[in-house]
């Protein structure tokens, strides 16, 4: 059941096999949420960006994509009966991606 190695050497400096993507300024509020939630981000580039909202269990309850143009972006998101609770905010686009833990009431 268990497997031995020997005379193994490692040099050098070791990274993960997929770079870090950079992180999207993301502002987003009221936070905690009841009805609206607002969404501002500047972009440096024009793309699409795709916008999540994962609960707590890692069921995603609302996913929307959006292409931006270079500068700043405003969305007001409408949370019709949305469970009272922690969600995660995910965006994902080629620039990079950004999460936001937001509460809803």
Same mark, same amino acid.
């Given at each position: 059941?268990?497997?031995?190695?020997?005379?193994?050497?490692?040099?050098?400096?070791?990274?993960?096999?997929?770079?870090?993507?950079?992180?999207?300024?993301?502002?987003?509020? /009221?936070?905690? $949420? +009841?009805?609206?939630?607002?969404? %501002?981000?500047?972009?440096? !580039?024009?793309?699409?960006? #795709?916008?999540?909202?994962?609960?707590?269990?890692?069921?995603?309850?609302?996913?929307?994509?959006?292409?931006?143009?270079?500068?700043?972006?405003?969305?007001?998101?409408?949370? /019709?009966?949305? $469970? +009272?609770?922690?969600?995660?905010? %995910?965006?994902?686009?080629? !620039?990079?991606?950004?999460? #936001?833990?937001?509460?809803?009431?």
């Amino acid at each position: 059941d268990r497997i031995h190695l020997d005379n193994i050497q490692l040099q050098g400096i070791f990274t993960s096999v997929e770079p870090e993507l950079p992180s999207i300024p993301l502002t987003v509020w /009221p936070n905690p $949420a +009841s009805e609206t939630l607002n969404i %501002q981000l500047r972009s440096t !580039q024009a793309e699409r960006l #795709q916008f999540s909202l994962t609960d707590m269990m890692g069921k995603q309850v609302w996913q929307q994509d959006f292409v931006v143009l270079v500068g700043e972006h405003n969305w007001e998101i409408q949370l /019709p009966e949305m $469970a +009272s609770g922690l969600y995660i905010l %995910q965006v994902n686009g080629q !620039q990079g991606s950004s999460q #936001q833990k937001i509460e809803i009431r």
